[in-house]
């Protein structure tokens, strides 16, 4: 992670009201891009669409713009993420990790969209299942580093 912005837990805290807004619009998103895909199968695999309408070519074109349109859609959204530092981990935890420095040694800090704010970490190896809590200390508190 050299070279990294490094998070305080403050920062990332500051982050969080962003992320949650932008975490429920890629979630709907994700949902219409799914909902989309399943009409497209639909209509590849019998011609017709749920309903048993005959489906036209101009309607297979249109569902396929549409899956297109919400995929550039979420990976705008997933880029403006990444462009503040933050790491989405999994849309549908709403999973998100900021790279910190807990006594000199570099972290992720972890936050999950059920959470209220950011009181845990892990080690870049570690992943969400090595997640601990954020230790007390004053001391101890990740802070921006170089």
């Not at 998070?7 to 890629?26: G, H, K, S, W, Y």
């Not at 891009?33 to 309607?59: C, N, P």
């Not at 989405?88 to 998100?96: M, N, Q, R, S």
Request: glycine share 10%; net charge negative; with cysteine.
């Amino acid at each position: 992670m050299s070279g990294t912005r490094h998070f305080t837990v403050d920062e990332a805290n500051r982050l969080i009201p962003f992320l949650r807004q932008e975490l429920l619009r890629l979630k709907a998103l994700v949902r219409s891009a799914q909902e989309t895909y399943r009409e497209l199968e639909v209509i590849k695999a019998v011609g017709a669409d749920e309903s048993g309408r005959l489906v036209m070519l101009a309607d297979y074109k249109d569902a396929r713009r549409r899956l297109r349109a919400l995929g550039d859609e979420a990976g705008a959204l997933v880029e403006g993420i990444h462009r503040r530092g933050c790491e989405l981990k999994d849309v549908e935890l709403g999973l998100v990790d900021f790279p910190a420095l807990l006594d000199g040694r570099e972290v992720l800090l972890c936050w999950r969209m059920d959470e209220d704010e950011v009181r845990h970490y892990h080690d870049p190896a570690a992943g969400y299942a090595g997640r601990k809590p954020l230790p007390p200390a004053p001391g101890s508190e990740p802070s921006r580093g170089g």
